[in-house]
């Protein structure tokens, strides 16, 4: 199953280092396009190459990554999702004041998968701060716990999968509406808690 990044800040990095560290490969583009993730290709190699947007989308699974306010730009214009796996790693705020963003009472999964129609969102990897996703998920004897939550049962076993497959011991949260809510930061009341599955 391939993957691809969209977005290379912070989180979309972290998860980049992640799938190294489990010896997994996928393609991550942003904006500036391949030139500018020199670096990062070179810090990750042979497993994260540099692409463009548009072969980073074309992934069986995709993780998105971008500044609240750039999302409709980075997405605008990307192949048709063809029911493909989105996971929606991001959070309504802007940096560096993290200011949240106008929602007008809508939760950001549900704004967020407007702009990929066709795709099967999970909302996975937006509740931890980066470098808990890419350093070493065994915690105090256990194993860090990552959220998802989506509409789609089985995008939902498969970024279970791949979250088991990078060390973590995810936990399902349900539908959108519900693990959406509860992982959204601000907000909700899971981004503050950092917990450790033993077992």
Known sequence: MSIGIIGSGNIGSAFARALARAGLSAVIANS???????SLEDELSPFIKSGTLEEAASADIVLVAVNWSKLPQALKG???????????ANNPIEAPLFKPA????????????????GARV???????????????????????VLFYSGDDAAAKADVGALIQRL??????????SVGGKLAQFPGG?????NLVKFG
Request: net charge negative.
């Open 32 to 38: 500036r396009g391949p030139a500018s993730l020199q």
């Open 78 to 88: 990307l192949p048709d999702w063809k029911g493909r796996i989105v996971i929606d």
């Open 102 to 117: 106008e929602l007008g009472g809508r939760l950001s999964s549900e704004i967020f998968a407007d702009l990929v129609p």
């Open 122 to 144: 999970v909302k996975a990897f937006n509740h931890l701060a980066a470098p808990l996703i890419s350093g070493d998920p065994a915690a105090e004897g256990g194993h860090r």
């Open 167 to 176: 060390g973590f011991a995810g936990i399902d949260l349900g539908s959108l």
């Open 189 to 193: 009341p899971l981004p503050v808690l």
